[in-house]
């Protein structure tokens, strides 16, 4: 099963970036070269545990919809979201913040399993892994942006 880990230094208190982290909204501004939206369950504010969202969005030139729900929080330390329904054959996302350096340290763990066996594992090898790696690297660039600057403003507000 691959596994991808990033580690994000983020000047901001942890809380507003746990938060940050768990904003559907956040999540759609960063994937908008993909039109990925929220289509079901939570499609706005702070998914919270036990909580799912669908997201249609276009990958490899196919639209896809994928399901995932939260199935552990411990504000704001950590989550855990795990795909229900999707094009993977499994997917579960760790997220951990620890205080670091005056700011936040944020910890992505994201272990998948790809769908059609061999099939897949080659996918993994050629493309699949890092573009799910740039994928994080651009959802962790925002939440930085957002975090850093008054912009958490625009996505927490009604919070």
């Known amino acids: 099963m691959p596994r991808i880990e990033l580690r994000t230094e983020i000047k901001a208190d942890k809380k507003l970036v746990f938060d940050l982290s768990?904003?559907?909204?956040?999540?759609?501004?960063?994937?908008?070269?993909?039109?990925?939206?929220?289509?079901?369950g939570k499609t706005s504010g702070?998914?919270?545990?036990?909580?799912?969202?669908?997201?249609?969005a276009k990958h490899f030139g196919i639209t896809q919809n994928l399901t995932s729900k939260i199935t552990e929080l411990n504000s704001p330390e950590y989550f855990k979201d795990e795909m229900i329904e999707g094009?993977?054959?499994?997917?579960?996302?760790?997220?951990?913040?620890?205080?670091?350096?005056?700011?936040?340290?944020?910890?992505?763990?994201?272990?998948?399993?790809?769908?059609?066996?061999?099939?897949?594992?080659?996918a993994d090898r050629l493309f699949l892994k890092?573009?799910?790696?740039?994928?994080?690297?651009?959802?962790?660039?925002?939440i930085k942006e957002f975090a850093e600057s008054e912009k958490w403003k625009q996505v927490l507000k009604a919070e």
């Open 22 to 40: 768990r904003s559907i909204d956040l999540h759609k501004i960063s994937t908008q070269h993909t039109n990925e939206e929220a289509i079901a």
């Open 130 to 142: 890092q573009y799910m790696t740039e994928l994080l690297e651009t959802r962790n660039r925002m």
């Open 46 to 56: 702070l998914i919270g545990m036990n909580e799912t969202v669908t997201w249609r």
């Open 87 to 122: 094009a993977f054959q499994s997917f579960k996302h760790q997220h951990k913040f620890s205080n670091f350096d005056n700011g936040t340290l944020m910890i992505d763990i994201f272990d998948y399993k790809s769908p059609f066996g061999i099939l897949g594992k080659l």
